[in-house]
């Protein structure tokens, strides 16, 4: 398997994507893993193969999506907005891995489209673009480690790699509105301040933050 490091650096939003349809058998293994995410978090995440509707790539009032036909509903219950973040990020990851392209979206997208995929009592957050980009993307400037964590002499590497992992993840309009800090009691508590999609961004965050401290390094403070 690809460093895990190289897969998250190498992640950029797509938004242009070419005409190569995804493989059959990639479609397979996204809708394998989506089951497990399913299965695991009780969110209702759902593949969509060739389908140009949603993003409406000819009309520019849509934004400015071209070309994508794929793309995955990430819908869950009520308040999930944290945890679609985090289970979609891991999509993302997934999807990265096998060479595939992404974008979160939250509003450029037809949602008439997407809402009646839904069942009862689920709740659109978001969509994710997906395919193969005509460019891999370009990384975004980024905040310095401090401005978004509390860090000194004494803090652990591993405290310092998951920071340095939360900023390689995609945030809304890439305002990256998060803080970390480890407690009293040495666990690791993490805060979304107020922006679009920030509940969600918080989820995204916190997967890259595990990724990069390693699990087994810490607990989460609630």
Request: proline share 5%; aromatic share 10%.
């Amino acid at each position: 398997m690809e460093d895990i490091w190289e897969i998250m650096r190498a992640r950029h939003s797509v938004r242009k994507y070419d005409n190569r349809a995804v493989e059959p058998e990639k479609a397979a293994l996204l809708a394998e893993e989506i089951g497990r995410i399913n299965a695991e978090s009780g969110l209702s995440f759902k593949l969509v193969i060739d389908e140009p509707e949603a993003f409406k790539a000819d009309k520019p009032s849509y934004g400015s999506f071209s070309g994508c036909r794929n793309y995955v509903v990430l819908a869950g219950r009520k308040d999930d907005d944290e945890k679609v973040g985090y289970y979609g990020e891991r999509l993302v990851l997934f999807a990265q891995k096998e060479g595939l392209n992404t974008c979160w979206v939250a509003l450029t997208f037809e949602k008439s489209k997407v809402q009646p995929s839904l069942g009862p009592g689920e709740v659109l957050f978001d969509v994710l673009a997906l395919g193969y980009g005509l460019t891999p993307g370009t990384p975004h400037r980024s905040k310095s480690p401090d401005k978004v964590a509390e860090i000194g002499e004494s803090t652990p590497e591993w405290f310092k790699k998951g920071v340095e992992a939360a900023l390689l993840a995609p945030t809304a309009i890439n305002q990256q509105k998060f803080f970390f800090k480890i407690t009293d009691d040495g666990r690791v508590a993490a805060k979304a301040f107020l922006g679009p999609c920030s509940k969600t961004d918080l989820g995204i965050v916190k997967y890259h933050f595990e990724l990069g401290a390693g699990r087994e390094n810490f607990e989460w403070a609630e």
